[in-house]
């Protein structure tokens, strides 16, 4: 018998217009539109280097990766891994919190 984990289930972009068109009564093709200008702004913000910052929910940032060697194990070489910049998502303490209570490990 195979058991399905709240964790492992997953929503694609499909689902949440679904879901916002659902609930909001709108057409799927609107929110559809809406859903991606919106993704668009947040990935045009952190291009430019700005943050996106959504109260209650979570903050796009860019990150910087240090400098570091690694190791090419194919070849048996260290190569050098220049520093570079990263987007990162950290969610706001009450999504944290409701993530935690609402999904109880196991």
């Given at each position: 018998?195979?058991?399905?984990?709240?964790?492992?289930?997953?929503m694609t972009k499909a689902?949440?217009?679904?879901?916002?068109?659902?609930?909001?009564?709108l057409e799927k093709g609107?929110?559809?539109?809406?859903?991606?200008?919106?993704?668009?702004?947040?990935?045009?913000?952190?291009?430019?280097?700005?943050?996106?910052?959504?109260?209650?929910?979570?903050?796009?940032?860019?990150?910087?990766?240090?400098?570091?060697?690694?190791?090419?194990?194919?070849?048996?070489?260290?190569?050098?891994?220049?520093?570079?910049?990263?987007?990162?998502?950290?969610?706001?303490k009450v999504f944290v919190?409701?993530?935690?209570?609402?999904?109880?490990?196991?």
């Amino acid at each position: 018998m195979v058991q399905h984990n709240k964790i492992g289930k997953k929503m694609t972009k499909a689902d949440i217009v679904a879901k916002i068109s659902e609930k909001l009564g709108l057409e799927k093709g609107d929110v559809q539109a809406t859903v991606e200008t919106f993704m668009n702004e947040v990935k045009n913000s952190l291009e430019t280097g700005d943050n996106v910052y959504l109260r209650g929910f979570g903050s796009f940032i860019v990150k910087t990766r240090a400098e570091k060697t690694g190791r090419n194990i194919s070849k048996n070489t260290t190569i050098k891994i220049p520093a570079h910049n990263i987007p990162a998502f950290k969610p706001a303490k009450v999504f944290v919190e409701g993530v935690k209570i609402n999904n109880e490990a196991k």
